[in-house]
């Protein structure tokens, strides 16, 4: 429940306090600014309340984003504030000064904003109107304003992300919205949209896994199904401004779960077949994931800058400023909406192989374009990068306690080195991997593990050292790949996706924790799950060790553990009342 006050003597003819009750405000009226302190006082501690002029002219939509938006303690619009419960002592004192200097008169709302010692947010409020008119003919003129423009076509816009990749604005979109808003008038909740596009998603997983034609079309047309139920359920949440913890988790990590399981379902439906693509499989997934920790990698890095320009940024805006750039510039990094709708129809109308062929090549020249562009941004820039961003990049990595006892231990890095230490360190573990010697790759993870450490032993505030957790993942995730594949056993390279899909859900997990301002996961889980050196050591230990049999099912046994703390860790997390709201607005590629 909700409180409005309104203050001020009523205006005939206005439909201010039905339009509150409508967005679930229960509304009281209060004559002066002393009457509207007094009522705010009586009013619960856990409820939002607002403070609204009388004499308020404006769109039901315009009220709805300045005192309904979940997302910010305080917000306000001309001639109206609101406070959630964290932030009600700001409001009060507000009250309590203006009540103080101005005594029994007419509490004005606009100024009772600018008292405020907090910081207020200001929605963007484009062509909707509010206003407090001081006159008749102002008031009249803001009623023909209000009038002029239709509300409910403006929310249905703002319900659309204003970036969005080029198959989502013009294929889905359109009409996407419209059934945004069917659902909100049924009172679904974008949580049960999110949780409806991942069941049929992994309906068209399964239907992939048959083998069958029929199952490859239905399994293709399903994935389409999914894709525009998960642009519904951003819309539905814009549309009716219902932002929630859960649902940015929800939505942030079912995308990852939608896709990977298809990836899953089309290896077991080529498996049918007689046909072998788990490595293809599971490269797809680590090139998709290693794509996404360089986006999240660089703009954490780049984010709180300062002199944070370059010529090759500002190549990049020109470009955009042409019009026809920017769509290509959008489909050619291969965006949800371009990948998914690739995927389908490939699945449809080819086989599982021939769909991971052109999805890894198209992955490997997006992430090289976008990768080749951002490198080329950061050598240019003249930026000087925060602690907390350097604090970032060292949580993204992921080290565990060997090469945190390392970076102890070592004494500490020269500035600019720690990316030459982490490509030293991956090269070498990539050369051992295709040595061919049972113990090689055990040295080889022996020297990256220290090489880890040594390279987070200094902040990492070098121009290139947001490409040190990609390189970290790309080392991890392709050991396990390259380990089972030379097993040869039946059943290796299913339970290295496993793994690999259980540790890439903690790095996913602690992206959207940095982003939430949380910090990394708490230490004790990444000690527990050995961070990534130490998983990289003991899968080659456990390759060298063990039969090929036996391999397979430390792969199986390992991937259970690592997703059981995980899960249950992100999960305790993110639906306790501290975990933080993270509206995401969708995949950077």
Known sequence: MSTAIVTGPPVPGSSLESDLRALGFEVRAASDTAEAEALLTAVPADRRVAVVDARFVGHVHALRLGLTDPRFPLAAIPGAVTAQPAARLALSRALAREAATGGATDLAVDGLVTALDADVHRPELGSLVAAVPADPQARNEARQAVAAVDDEAVRLKSAVKSRDGFFTTFFVSPYSRYLARWCARRGLTPNQVTTASLLTALIAASCAATGTRAGF???????????????????????????????????????????????????LGAARGGDDVWALALGAMILQTCRHVVDFSFNEANHDATANTSPTAALSGRLDSVGWTVWVRRMI????????????????????????????????????????????????????????????LADLADNGPLAGYVSRTGGRTPIGQPLVLALAGVAVLTASLLSGATWAPVVGACVYAVASGRALAGPLKGALDWLVPPLFRAAEYGTVLVLASKSGVNGALPAAFGLVAAVAYHHYDTVYRIRGDAGAPPAWLVRAIGGQEGRTLLVTVLAALLTAAQFKVALTVLAVVVAGLVLVESIRFWVSAGAPAVHDEGEPA
């Open 217 to 267: 079309v239905a399994a293709g047309v399903l994935l389409i199904a999914s894709f525009v139920l998960d642009c519904t359920d951003g819309q539905l949440a814009r549309y009716s401004l219902q932002y929630s913890t859960l649902g940015a988790w929800l939505d942030a990590t079912f995308d990852r779960a939608k896709e990977y399981a298809y990836y899953a379902g089309l290896a």
């Open 333 to 392: 990094v291969l965006p949800i909406g371009e990948r998914w709708a690739l995927i389908a129809v490939l699945t449809a109308a080819t086989t599982p192989r021939i769909t991971f062929y052109v999805l890894l090549a198209g992955c490997a020249f997006a992430a090289t374009y976008t990768t080749a562009g951002r490198v080329l941004r950061s050598l240019t820039r003249k930026a000087k990068r925060t602690d907390r961003a350097a604090q970032a």
